[in-house]
């Protein structure tokens, strides 16, 4: 049985990988910023635990990490999107898209790392939906 933390499971590919992960019988946990009612849909579905958590937030990272333990894989499924013109974008929402999407992965994979070093191993995934294109 592995432990292992998908970003973004409360909805799409992040909710897929959790039932997935779960079937098989793995110990599951899930990052998930605001929806509350889908998180208590996919936990209850799956049994899977969920943390309110923006990866964005490298202290709510650690902090999500340290309740959860070692962990054998981490999935980093957690992005965010803006429709349209990038003339047209905000530099706060431009600041949020990578602070979610690039710095998420950073702040996930920083706060795995000891447990794979210390265990020499582990396994990292990132994931892109079609909005990446």
Known sequence: ????????????????????????GDRVYFLYEK????????????????ICCDVADGQ???????EIGDVDILICNAGTVHSGLMSMMAETDWDRLFDVNVKGIYTCV??????????HNGTIITVSSMWGQ
Not at 35 to 50: F, I, L, Y
Not at 60 to 66: D, E, H, L, N, S
């Open 110 to 119: 920083n706060a795995a790392m000891p447990a794979f070093l210390r265990n």
């Open 35 to 50: 929806n509350h009612e889908a998180a208590r849909e996919v936990m209850t579905r799956t049994g899977a635990v969920g």
């Open 1 to 24: 049985m592995k432990t292992v933390v998908i970003t973004g499971g409360s909805r799409g590919i992040g909710a897929a990988a959790v039932e997935l992960f779960s079937g098989r």
């Open 60 to 66: 709510a990272v650690k902090q999500a990490f340290g």
